[in-house]
């Protein structure tokens, strides 16, 4: 599976972005997939996951309330609503794909087989 991600931008604190993560190489139905970000000088972190039959959802504290992660099979892409964004979201954002990882692994970056080159989100204060 190939990920391509976008949508990153430059905006204000209270703003909204929405990131895509178009895949490719293979149908996404039936693949978890998932989103995680990086900061400068930190480690990257669990953001939010669908699950591989695409039913459930699993979101980190940060992001419960103000994100949303949906796919549309039909175009296989993967969607992260951004909504009211805060200077410490700002970080580069990766979209993952994994068809076999299991729910209890989703928040676990290292199991995923799959990554997107990352887009860059800012925000600022």
């Known amino acids: 599976v190939q990920l391509q991600a976008s949508g990153g931008g430059v905006v204000q604190a209270g703003e909204s972005l929405r990131l895509s993560c178009a895949a490719s190489g293979r149908t996404l139905r039936g693949v978890a997939v998932g989103w995680f970000r990086q900061a400068p000088g930190k480690e990257r972190e669990f953001v939010a996951a669908?699950?591989?039959?695409?039913?459930?959802?699993l979101y980190a504290d940060s992001a419960k309330g103000r994100f949303t992660i949906s796919r549309d099979n039909t175009k296989n892409t993967v969607y992260l609503q951004l909504n009211s964004l805060k200077p410490e979201d700002t970080a580069v954002y990766y979209c993952a794909a994994d068809a076999s990882i299991i729910t209890s692994s989703l928040r676990n970056g290292a199991a995923w087989d799959y990554w997107g080159q990352g887009t860059q989100v800012t925000v600022s204060s």
């Open positions: 669908s699950s591989r039959t695409g039913g459930g959802t």
